[in-house]
């Protein structure tokens, strides 16, 4: 049984070590003591020291520790650049067996210093651990002799990660490159974000910014705007007309077919290309981009920007195959017939949910339809009055384009309230600013028709019950509560789900909701040289989380094609085992002075309904080194004593 | 005007300045290093940390960063901060001991011998040549490089670029442990900085002969405020 020796963990110390009779369990650790066959002995991290082994040589410990601290001291401040330096070569010293009498002294002198006073939190908070262990651990480090240090050393497993890190699916460092936009490196800025995102300047623009979400900053005033720092670099790149380099390792390697060219299968394209790896993209569409492209209004992302770095992942030479749809132009048997190793499927979530409401005649377009219709440049009958179904990105999008187009009256039903609403809460109110209007509690029961056409929608109050699976509080009907509302067209934008028929009859896993079933950690599906990612394995979702996928499958597929096993990396293993640890807490912070987040301009909302110009611009170079300013650096340090291999 | 107290002093500032600034107009000298007047603060060498209390909580901070905020209470000479910036001074004094400057700074606070030892960086990162070349020169010629996650920089440093400078040697100028140095030899200027050597070619005067001015900063000028070239055929002392 694994019992916890010592913890100060969030600065509860439980110390079982002196103790005769009984034992003090530690409660609130927030990450099993063994995973994946590793078994944790000691661990450190800016939350506190966790021992479970007290053979374990603390110091050495602190020592490898430290050293993976020093590498993420910035150098903006003498105090915590210079401090941890001195910290460590006195520790490297002490280990060495040549410490002296004042050394402790020191190191409890210089951590208590630089904690206290650093420019930002990250060295400050890192040294939590250190001054913990140099208190409760001092012997460990006044006692070296041979003996300690023979030992069996373990092994050190260690994850460097931040809030908003943790919150992005794809793990993008955005301390990193905020850095460098503050210190005006955006060319490596920018090659830093294509280490995890190869559509930055998409992204930018129209990610859902799950980080921001979790951003420490907002405990002091409001998140560091990071999304819109990432678009700075991306659309640097493209003023000052430069050509990003991208080194393709040993090209030649195995083919490999990716079905769907939406974010989910660029993403696993770029970085199989970069691998070296040949590889084909089959899409149904006649552009690339998939729900980006035909999905995503032109006014959020402009075509251009997401056509050129499109440009940039075929550059790394992948064969691109439009208008082929797998499954009825060519079938997947096939492609493993033409020498293909590995398939990856992203095909997306591009079928509409049906209303489920009896509807006669014309007047109904499904809201990814239509959406689709105009992103294409396809002509739309432009009516008077439209009522959008839902509550989605898709329905404040439907919402705006219909704006944009000529509608004179533009009105969204969502069956919840304002809070339940998965949209942007940006988008929401750039909708109502640029003149929707929204009904919150209702419903629509039945269409209404006349002569084969829609002349309104008959609907029905809702009031908010229990949370459902989603978390969020479920709508019941309000009986009696019937009304009718007049339209000209109905837009539902309920939802969307996968069109799996390129799949049918194959021995491939699937879910009840119609999703493919796959290994979470490298995407592999039941038939191992199919791998699947993005809206066809999780459900309509964000282009982030395809992103994400794309990565991930990327990894497995190269690991898989290596070895005949999508084993995940070591990297991934603790990175799971470590994922429920609360990042943004921290104990003994420094008082930090509020500073105003920087927010892009917007079309004012007169130019916006005469056509679809980009409504966000860019922030400017200064005021994105004030904003890059406001981040934190909250970087968290984690290390993982193990045992080491026998 | 915002009013907060210094030291027990009650002190009206303006809105958006800092505590430096306050202390400043109330006669309150702090000790600074990385600070100048004409450049935005950076916070990097810790020597101006004060205390400051606000609703109820209490930590150190830096004087030339922090903006003041009203009914802030600040004390610049409290035990703890006076410990603040003696260990400031006592590590960049021993990364940098021959810098005049540092000495001076470490008699005043009465830091003596470092007690600890670091390789000699003539650089202390206090990024003063980064802020004067982007703010004052406004040529960004000169960047920081700071360490990070995977990033394999061996130490933080400031680099400069050879396409980016004009030879202005503001930055020599601002430098405070001749760290940035320039020389002019002949029609040549040579400076020295954290990243190696730069030469400039120097402009001579028509009339007397002197090498006045390096070519390049001139270009710059006379392009920047769409002006003759004439007017620099010749050094300012032989000008009417």
Redesign the interface.
Same mark, same amino acid.
């Given at each position: 049984m694994n019992r916890v020796v010592f913890s100060s963990w969030g600065g509860n110390i439980v110390d079982n070590r002196r103790k005769t009779a009984g034992y003090t369990p530690v409660e609130n650790l927030e990450f099993p003591l063994e995973h994946n066959g590793h078994r944790v002995r000691a661990f450190m991290s800016w939350w506190g020291l966790v021992v479970v082994d007290e053979k374990i040589n603390v110091a050495d410990m602190t020592h490898a520790y430290l050293k993976e601290v020093q590498?993420?001291?910035?150098? @903006?401040?003498?105090?915590g650049? /210079?401090?941890i330096?001195?910290m460590l070569?006195?520790l490297t010293r002490i280990l060495g067996g040549k410490g002296t009498e004042?050394d402790i002294a /020191?190191l409890r002198?210089?951590g208590n210093? *630089?904690k206290? &006073?650093?420019?930002c939190d990250f060295c400050a908070l890192a040294l939590t651990p250190v001054l913990d262990s140099l208190k409760y651990y001092e012997g460990k480090y006044t006692k070296i002799k041979a003996a300690q240090k023979s030992l069996a050393k373990p092994a050190y497993l260690t994850r *460097?990660t931040a809030p908003c890190m943790e919150a992005c699916p794809a793990h993008q460092?955005a301390?990193?490159y905020i @850095? /460098?936009i503050n &210190?005006?490196?955006y060319e490596e800025a920018l090659a830093l974000i294509r280490q995890t995102n190869c559509l930055p300047g998409t992204m930018g623009r129209a990610c859902f910014a799950f980080c921001e979400e979790n951003c420490t900053r907002q405990d002091i005033d409001k998140p560091v705007s990071i999304r819109a720092l990432k678009r700075v670099p991306a659309d640097y790149e493209v003023t000052a007309a430069l050509e990003p380099e991208a080194k393709v390792k040993k090209a030649g390697g195995d083919k490999v077919a990716v079905i769907g060219a939406g974010p989910a299968g660029l993403a696993a394209s770029y970085n199989l290309a970069l691998k070296g790896y040949r590889v084909t993209i089959y899409d149904e569409q006649p552009s690339v981009g998939g729900m980006a492209w035909v999905g995503i209004p032109a006014f959020r992302l402009p075509r251009n920007v997401l056509g050129r770095e499109v440009d940039i992942i075929k550059k790394l030479g992948i064969d691109v195959r439009l208008n082929t749809r797998v499954g009825k132009d060519i079938t997947l048997e096939q492609l493993l017939k033409q020498g293909f190793k590995a398939v990856f499927i992203a095909t997306g979530a591009h079928a509409g949910r049906e209303l489920g409401i009896e509807v006669e005649g014309g007047g109904v377009v499904d809201g990814v339809e239509f959406l689709r219709d105009v992103n294409m440049g396809q002509k739309v009958a432009v009516k008077k009055r439209v009522i959008i179904v839902g509550g989605g990105n898709v329905a404040v999008d439907c919402a705006r384009t219909c704006l944009r187009l000529g509608f004179k009256e533009v009105i969204i039903l969502y069956r919840r309230s304002r809070a339940e609403m998965p949209a942007r809460e940006e988008e929401i109110e750039a909708a109502e600013a640029e003149g929707a209007k929204i009904h919150y509690l209702a419903a629509p029961v039945k269409a209404l028709t006349e002569g084969g056409k829609v002349t309104g929608v008959e609907c029905i109050r809702m009031k908010l019950g229990e949370p459902d699976d989603s978390g969020r509080r479920s709508p019941i009907p309000i009986e009696g509560s019937e009304f009718t509302v007049g339209t000209d067209m109905i837009i539902p934008a309920i939802g969307e789900k996968p069109d799996l028929s390129l799949i049918e009859g194959k021995s491939i896993d699937t879910t009840k909701w119609g999703t493919i079933v796959v290994d979470a950690p490298t995407g592999q599906t039941s038939l191992p040289a199919v791998f699947a990612g993005g809206d066809c394995v999780s459900g309509p979702a964000t282009l982030v989380e395809a992103i994400a996928a794309g990565n991930k499958a990327a990894r497995g597929i190269d690991r898989y094609l290596k070895s005949g096993r999508a084993t995940p990396p070591e990297e991934q293993v603790v990175e799971d085992w470590l994922h429920d640890v609360a990042l943004n807490h921290q104990r003994d912070g420094?008082?930090v002075?509020?500073k105003e987040r920087q927010s892009p301009e917007q079309l004012p909302i007169v130019k916006r309904k005469l056509g679809f110009d980009e409504v966000e611009q860019c922030l400017t170079l200064e005021m994105a080194a004030k904003e890059a300013e406001r981040c934190l650096r909250c970087?968290r340090v984690m290390l993982l004593a193990v045992d080491g291999k026998k | 005007m915002i009013k907060l107290t210094i030291d027990g002093k009650k002190v009206a500032a303006e809105e958006g300045g800092t505590i430096l600034d306050a202390a400043n107009q109330a006669g309150i000298r702090i000790p600074t290093l990385c600070s100048h007047e004409s450049l935005r603060p950076a916070g990097a060498c810790r020597v101006c940390t004060v205390e400051i209390a606000t609703n109820g909580a209490k930590s150190l901070t830096t004087a030339c960063d922090y903006p003041v905020e009203a009914g802030l209470k600040v004390s610049t000479t409290s035990e703890k901060v006076m410990e603040a910036r003696r260990l400031a001074v006592e590590l960049l004094l021993a990364q940098r001991p021959h810098s005049s400057k540092l000495q001076e700074l470490a008699r005043k606070l009465g830091v003596k011998q470092p007690r600890f030892v670091l390789a000699e960086q003539e650089c202390i990162l206090c990024q003063l040549c980064v802020r004067t070349c982007q703010e004052i020169v406004d040529v960004e010629a000169i960047t920081f490089v700071a360490q990070g996650k995977d990033r394999g920089v061996a130490e933080p440093t400031v680099v400069h670029s050879l396409d980016k400078c004009i030879g202005c040697d503001a930055c020599a100028y601002v430098c405070p442990t001749e760290s940035i140095t320039v020389t002019d030899i002949g029609d040549t200027r040579t400076i020295n900085t954290p990243s190696g050597k730069l030469e400039f070619k120097l402009k001579q005067c028509q009339v007397c002969g002197k090498y006045w001015a390096p070519e390049k900063q001139l270009d710059y000028i006379i392009e920047k405020w769409h002006l003759e070239p004439e007017l620099f055929a010749t050094c300012p002392d032989c000008r009417d």
């Open positions: 590498k993420l001291s910035c150098g @903006e401040c003498s105090v650049y /210079l401090g330096r001195v070569d006195t004042n /020191l002198w210089l210093g *630089i206290a &006073n650093t420019k *460097i460092d301390p990193g @850095e /460098l &210190n005006r490196r420094n008082i002075a509020k970087y | -």
